[in-house]
């Protein structure tokens, strides 16, 4: 995935559009998106079937399982 290539752990946003020939591209990476409710990353995460308190919740508990 693009955001692991760049260094981006736990939480982030790809943001791509598909061209013409159903070919997929990168538009943005994100590494610290908007987490409010009703911003893109809590969007995509319902489009995924996952509600904003379990999107909360992994991302709480992968930051928690991280080495300091």
């Not at 752990?9 to 998106?33: F, T």
């Not at 911003?39 to 079937?49: H, N």
């Not at 992994?58 to 300091?68: L, T």
């Amino acid at each position: 995935m693009a955001g692991e290539h760049l260094n981006c752990h736990d939480y982030y946003r790809v943001d791509y559009r598909v061209d013409s020939k159903n070919r997929p591209y990168v538009i943005e990476v994100n590494p610290n998106p908007d987490i409010s409710e009703d911003a893109g990353l809590a969007k995509m995460a319902r489009q995924a079937g996952m509600s904003y308190a379990q999107l909360i919740d992994a991302i709480v508990r992968s930051a928690r399982s991280k080495k300091v």
